[in-house]
């Protein structure tokens, strides 16, 4: 069989379920073998889709089953979910198409489930959206656990912090496509003339509001096709995580440590901060992944950074108080970014946030003792669980009168107009949230160690 987009997304979303790998490498390294970009961008919303709303998805199918869906054969389960998917989510596809396209799919590889598919997937498509849902007001958790396809413990977690309304707005920003930002290297660069020559290569960019250097893009398409990447003009990251290096601000000339530095988008911020003179100390635990810092320093036109394979509860060779500005940017459960990760709500348990605080104190702690007296030491996560924010740097504090916070409002580059967020950078911490500023969910914390 010919492979088509919904062919790869069955094969990648049975793989996934079996635990063999995750959906964005999977697709990374098999998008490929469809020609072409329209394929390769269904198959992506297949993918992506299938899995963000799968608990949805499931309600729905499960109407029409006798038998639970955990009972049938995994690839059948992945034919019934990318059926529905189309047929409750994708306008653009015919109801039919959706049908018979799936009942292909099962042909050539569970032909015994032809006929159940196409009497589910038929009663999918009359149902639609008429869902027999749980009662908002009497089983809050349960109807926006189902409704926004979100695991049960995770929705009551925030239900119980935001209430209803908010934790609604964030389960629904989840599940939308994230914004794609990039990063004008101003080494090479400066936004205006990286937006005007990305439009020479086709593409349109919109100038961010918070971050001096940040463009919004409407889509990429393969990257290392386009001239300007392969220049090192700019790298991909998100708006929020380009706050960072201007929290830290580096000077030109510094020694600044980067405690967990893979794959390298803030440890090269900061490099094109400091006009790349001085240092930077990268470390990771993950020595595979610092090659990929080392590609992206390659490809930015970045000489300062030096990588070093060691775990940041150590740090051995860094001599103590001896860096002007430390990143920790700290390994974290990601519930701040489900929408750039569709699978990754799934593979969260509630126990995972137990065990990180202890983590990121300790790499805290000791990133902090290399701080000179009168630096700068950075903490940030992609998380909006206090445990691994507020209450890491609260721990840390008290253990630490040696560093004081300093408003951070005096160094984002732009201006926090919400009261809440002008108190928490009083005390030198951020909480974003996308369904309160329309970013990721970042968290940023900035200390400065007095002076002796
Ligand atoms: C949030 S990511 C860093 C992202 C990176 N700063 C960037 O902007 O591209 C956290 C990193 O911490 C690393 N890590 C996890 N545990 C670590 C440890 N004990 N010591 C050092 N690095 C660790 C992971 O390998 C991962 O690359």
């Excluded at 010919?2 to 063999?20: K, M, N, T, W, Y």
């Excluded at 297949?46 to 690839?75: E, I, Q």
């Excluded at 909480?431 to 914390?445: E, I, M």
């Amino acid at each position: 069989m010919r492979r088509s987009p919904r062919f790869l997304a069955a094969e990648i979303l049975s793989r996934v379920e079996s635990g063999a790998s995750y959906a964005n490498i999977l697709l990374q390294h098999n998008l490929g073998a469809l020609s072409e970009p329209r394929e390769r961008s269904l198959a992506t919303v297949l993918v992506n889709g299938c899995l963000k709303h799968r608990l949805t998805l499931d309600y729905a199918l499960r109407l029409h089953l006798r038998k639970p869906m955990s009972s049938l054969p995994v690839r059948v389960r992945q034919i019934l979910r990318l059926g529905a998917f189309q047929l409750l989510y994708l306008d653009k596809i015919p109801g039919a198409v959706a049908v018979n396209e799936s009942v292909e799919l099962a042909k050539t590889s569970e032909p015994k489930f032809t006929a159940l598919l196409n009497g589910v997937l038929r009663r999918v498509m009359e149902t639609g959206w008429d869902l027999p849902w749980p009662e908002a007001a009497r089983e809050p958790v349960r109807y926006l656990s189902v409704r926004h396809s979100h695991p049960d413990w995770l929705v009551r977690r925030w239900w119980k912090r935001w209430g209803f309304t908010e934790t609604e707005e964030l389960l629904r920003l989840d599940n939308e496509p994230a914004p794609l930002w990039i990063r004008a290297n101003v080494l090479r660069t400066d936004r205006e003339g990286l937006r005007e020559r990305l439009l020479l290569e086709g593409v349109a960019a919109e100038p961010g509001e918070r971050v001096p250097e940040s463009l919004r893009v409407s889509g990429l398409g393969a990257l290392a096709e386009l001239a300007a990447f392969r220049e090192g003009l700019f790298t991909v990251q998100d708006e929020s995580s380009q706050m960072v290096a201007h929290v830290l601000r580096p000077q030109s000339g510094d020694a600044v440590l980067d405690a967990c530095s893979a794959p390298g988008g803030k440890t090269t911020h900061l490099a094109e901060f400091m006009h790349n003179t001085g240092s930077i100390s990268a470390f990771d635990r993950h020595e595979g992944k610092l090659r990929l810092v080392e590609e992206l320093a390659g490809r930015l036109g970045i000489s300062i950074i030096h990588t070093y394979p060691g775990d940041a509860r150590e740090l051995s060779g860094v001599e103590d108080e001896s860096q002007d500005g430390v990143l920790v940017d700290a390994p974290c459960s990601g519930l701040g970014i489900l929408r750039r990760k569709a699978d990754l709500r799934w593979r969260k348990e509630e126990k995972d946030i137990e065990a990180l605080p202890q983590l990121q104190l300790a790499i805290l702690e000791r990133a902090a003792a290399k701080v000179r007296p009168g630096g700068t030491l950075v903490y940030s996560t992609c998380t909006v669980e206090p445990e691994e924010n507020f209450e890491v740097v609260k721990a840390f504090r008290s253990a630490h009168a040696e560093f004081v916070p300093a408003d951070l409002a005096e160094r984002l580059p732009f201006s926090l107009s919400d009261p809440r967020d002008r108190r928490q950078a009083e005390k030198g911490m951020l909480q974003l949230l996308p369904q309160r500023h329309g970013t990721d969910g970042f968290f940023l914390a900035q200390f400065t160690r007095r002076e002796v």
